[in-house]
């Protein structure tokens, strides 16, 4: 599992909050190849990602 999250500040003050996390199912854990293609996948998708915005998906990869 990977979690994680964001929380954003207002005057030293938190506002707005976000926690995620994510993982395979127990049935894939165990199969490598299909874990490694899974997490290419994922990089290449979050590597779309504009610096310069809000972490949203790309509308279609």
Known sequence: MAPGQEVVY???KPFWAMAYAGGMLPQYREDKEFASKTFSFLKKALLQVKK???V???RKF
Request: glycine residues 0%.
């Open 10 to 12: 207002f005057n030293d």
């Open 52 to 54: 310069n915005k809000t």
């Open 56 to 58: 949203q998906r790309p």
